[in-house]
C-alpha cells in the first residue's frame, strides 16, 4: 500500500487531475455549448482518450523531473523525496517510458481519428521538452519557466485543435468546425490559455524563490540566482499587475453585461486573492512565505478554470 501511495505521490496526482478538470470543463462548458450540432457519444470518448494521454505524458514529466532532481530535493523537499526511498531509480525510468509512451500512442489515434495531425506531433514535441526540461532548461535563466508555462497552456490549446479549430487562423479543421462558432472559441481559448500562461509563470518563479538554497549549491541558474531576488520579485510583481489589469476589465465587462454575479466571482475568487499576492511578495523573504504564495497561486488558477462552469450559462 506505501508504494501505491509513493507512486501517486510521484506522478503528483492532484496536479493531473487539475489537467483533467480543466480539460473537461473546457470541452463540455466552453466547447460544446458553441456548437449549432451536439457532437455525437463517439466525439466524447475520443475526447476522453484525448485528456488520457495528456495525463500520461504529464505524469511521465513529472517521474523524470524527480529522477533528475533527487539531490536538489535532498536540499529543498526533503520530506517529497519518493526516488530511491520508495521506487528504484530503475523503475521511475521504467514507468516514465511507459506513460509517455502510452500518451504518444493515444495521440497519435486521436490524429488517426481526427485528422488533425498537429495533436501527436505536439505532443511528442512535449515528452521531450519534459526530459530536455529535466536535465538542461530547468536550471537555465527563465526558459525552464517559460517551457512549462507553454506546457500548461498546451492543456487547453489541445482541446482547441480537437474540437476542429485550426490553430493559425479563425477557420476550422474538420466538419465538427462547420457547427462551431470558431470566432467565439478562439477568444475564450486565447483568454484560458493566456491565464494558465502567465499564472504558472508566476507560480514558477515563486517556487524558484522558495529552492533557491539547493538551486545554488548545485549551480542552477534560475532568476533568483542570476538576476538577484529584488529582480525576480519585480518580475512577477509586472505579471500579477497584468493579470489584475485584464481580472478588471473582464469584471467591468461582466458588469456591464449584466452578469453580476460572474464580476463577484472574478472580484472575491481572482482578482482580491491577486492583490493579496501582490502585497505580499513585497514582504516576503523566507521559504516559508515564498511556498505561502505558490499556493495562492494555485487556488487562484483553480478559481479560474472552475469560471468556466459560468462561461457555460453565458454562451
Not at 501527436?120 to 529535466?134: D, G, P, R
Amino acid at each position: 500500500m506505501k508504494l501505491v501511495i509513493a507512486f501517486f505521490r510521484l506522478i503528483r496526482w492532484p496536479n493531473l487531475v487539475f489537467i483533467a478538470i480543466t480539460q473537461i470543463l473546457f470541452y463540455f462548458c466552453i466547447y460544446t455549448p458553441l456548437l449549432t450540432k451536439y457532437p455525437t457519444n463517439n466525439n466524447e470518448f475520443l475526447f476522453f482518450i484525448l485528456m488520457t494521454a495528456s495525463v500520461f505524458i504529464a505524469a511521465g514529466g513529472y517521474i523524470i523531473n524527480d529522477y533528475f532532481d533527487i539531490q536538489i530535493d535532498i536540499i529543498n523537499k526533503p520530506q517529497r523525496i519518493i526516488i530511491n526511498k520508495f521506487i528504484k531509480r530503475r523503475w521511475a525510468i521504467v514507468w516514465h517510458l511507459l506513460l509517455s509512451t502510452l500518451g504518444i500512442i493515444l495521440s497519435f489515434y486521436i490524429s488517426f481519428r481526427t485528422g488533425v495531425w498537429l495533436i501527436s506531433f505536439v505532443n511528442i514535441f512535449c515528452v521531450a521538452l519534459l526530459l530536455f526540461y529535466s536535465t538542461t532548461f530547468k536550471r537555465k535563466l527563465l526558459s525552464g519557466n517559460l517551457i512549462i508555462a507553454a506546457l500548461t497552456g498546451w492543456v487547453i490549446l489541445v482541446v482547441y485543435l480537437f474540437g476542429g479549430a485550426d490553430i493559425f487562423s479563425l477557420e476550422g479543421w474538420s466538419a465538427n468546425s462547420s457547427h462551431l462558432n470558431i470566432p467565439r472559441f478562439f477568444k475564450f481559448t486565447l483568454l484560458y490559455t493566456s491565464f494558465a500562461f502567465v499564472m504558472t509563470l508566476i507560480r514558477e518563479v515563486l517556487k524558484d524563490l522558495e529552492d533557491m538554497e539547493g538551486d545554488r549549491k548545485y549551480h542552477c541558474n534560475t532568476m533568483p540566482i542570476v538576476w538577484g531576488v529584488p529582480a525576480s520579485k519585480i518580475f512577477t510583481a509586472i505579471w500579477i499587475s497584468v493579470c489584475l489589469a485584464l481580472l478588471a476589465v473582464l469584471q467591468l465587462y461582466a458588469w456591464q453585461s449584466g452578469w453580476w454575479w460572474a464580476a463577484l466571482y472574478i472580484l472575491f475568487l481572482t482578482f482580491l486573492p491577486l492583490a493579496v499576492l501582490l502585497h505580499k511578495l513585497y514582504k516576503a523573504s523566507t521559504t516559508v512565505h515564498y511556498n505561502a504564495l505558490s499556493k495562492i497561486v494555485k487556488l487562484v488558477m483553480l478559481a479560474g478554470i472552475l469560471s468556466m462552469l459560468f462561461v457555460k450559462f453565458i454562451l
